[in-house]
């Protein structure tokens, strides 16, 4: 995966989930009926709360009538355009692959990023999951999912090149 090397921001803007943003992503994504934040997650009896803002990025349920979606902020330290493409041309790569992770939806432009307030949000199919406890059952599917993973001969137009000793000389300075 791409890892936090840059330094997260002071103070970065703030942009509410609020009447507007709905707005905005219903015009972005084409989803009229869209009526709904949810800050938390269910699990069986247990729930998560996603709050506004997490440590790397806010991140929010969001409904329509008759579907549910995941919005992520695009956390501070991979939102250069390079990064997202590559991230995003895997992401989509690996669930054409078979792997369990969730579509990107394409904005109206065809973009699988919006961005609004100067902050990148990506939209995703909720997946409807359970709390990791690390049980032998879940490490095993993770253990499975992994083996998938690196079976897969990935071809890309333009990888984004990392340099390992820049990665972790990165990681030394912060």
């Known amino acids: 995966g791409i890892m936090p090397i840059k330094r997260k921001p002071v ?20 989803l009229p009926d869209i009526d709904a934040f949810c800050p938390i997650l269910l699990d069986g009896e247990e729930c998560s709360l996603l709050e506004v803002r997490s440590e790397t990025s806010r991140k929010m349920v969001v409904e329509t009538e008759d579907h549910k979606f995941f919005l992520k902020e695009v956390p501070w ?19 054409a692959g078979g792997l369990p992770v969730p579509a990107i939806l394409l904005t109206v432009n065809q973009r699988s990023w919006t961005q609004t307030h100067g902050r990148k949000f990506v939209l995703f199919d909720h997946i409807e999951g359970q ?9 095993a599917a993770a253990g499975r999912a992994l083996g998938v993973l690196h079976s897969k001969a990935l071809q890309f137009e333009n990888p984004v090149p990392e340099d390992l000793f820049d990665l972790a000389f990165g990681h030394i300075e912060l």
């Open 11 to 30: 103070s970065p803007e703030f942009f509410n989930f609020d009447e507007g943003a709905l707005r905005f992503l219903a015009t972005e994504y084409n």
């Open 77 to 95: 330290y991979c939102d250069d355009e390079d990064r997202l493409k590559f991230s995003h041309s895997l992401q989509t790569a690996l669930a």
């Open 131 to 139: 709390r990791y406890r690390g049980e032998s059952e879940q490490v």
